[in-house]
């Protein structure tokens, strides 16, 4: 059985996403992305993950119905 871990690096939220890694920083520089960082390395817990992807198909959904919040 597989565990989750408690944190992701850049380079692994990237491929999960299927973006590039400079993209990911984009998006935490821009607040979009929860991370903490580490002894100076940037990490991703998964609940932010989730709150991304979240955030992102409510903004969908809001475009698609005509409501630009």
Do not use: C, K, N, W
């Not at 999960?16 to 400079?22: D, G, K, Q």
């Amino acid at each position: 059985m597989a565990t989750t871990p408690i944190v992701l690096t850049v380079p692994q939220v990237a491929s999960a996403l299927e973006v590039s890694r400079s993209t990911i920083y984009r998006i935490i520089a821009e607040g979009m992305l929860e991370s903490v960082q580490v002894r100076g390395m940037t990490r991703i817990r998964p609940a932010a993950i989730e709150r991304y992807l979240d955030a992102l198909e409510r903004s969908t959904r809001e475009t698609v119905a005509g409501f630009h919040v």
